[in-house]
């Protein structure tokens, strides 16, 4: 059975910063397309936030988050990372992580949920000022 599990999610002061973990399991880390962060708040659509390559690390950004975020990965660990610093109220969410493994999802672009057929259960990320 697939599982992705994330960890890592709380409340924080503005400017402060946590570090999300999403572990893989019960499927081999290495044959995964890429891996995502989606967020979704109240009131708002699901956003995608990070992406990366589990073959060659290659990543993307939404604008929003440039510049204070960081996807990451421990391959061996099977293990995704989101590194957030200064973290603002408005980066309140649910955070999921998202795999790509099937090849007739692959002509959906990286970011668009519909390639993502594998998903967490989220952790809430709370920011205050």
């Known amino acids: 059975q697939v599982q992705l599990v994330e960890s890592g999610g709380g409340s924080v002061q503005a400017g402060g910063s946590l570090r999300l973990s999403c572990v893989v399991s019960g499927y081999t880390y290495s044959s995964i397309l890429d891996m995502a962060w989606f967020r979704q708040a109240g009131g708002k659509g699901r956003e995608a936030v990070a992406g990366?390559?589990?073959?060659?690390?290659?990543?993307d950004y939404a604008d929003s988050v440039k510049g204070r975020f960081s996807i990451s990965q421990d391959n061996a660990k099977s293990t995704l990372f989101l590194q957030m610093n200064s973290l603002k109220p408005e980066d309140t969410a649910t955070y999921y992580c998202?795999?790509?493994?099937?090849?007739?999802?692959?002509?959906?672009?990286?970011?668009?949920?519909?390639?993502?057929?594998?998903w967490g259960q989220g952790t809430q990320v709370t920011v205050s000022s």
């Open positions: 998202a795999a790509a493994t099937s090849p007739s999802r692959y002509s959906y672009a990286m970011f668009h949920p519909m390639r993502y057929n594998y």
């Open positions: 990366i390559y589990t073959d060659g690390g290659t990543t």
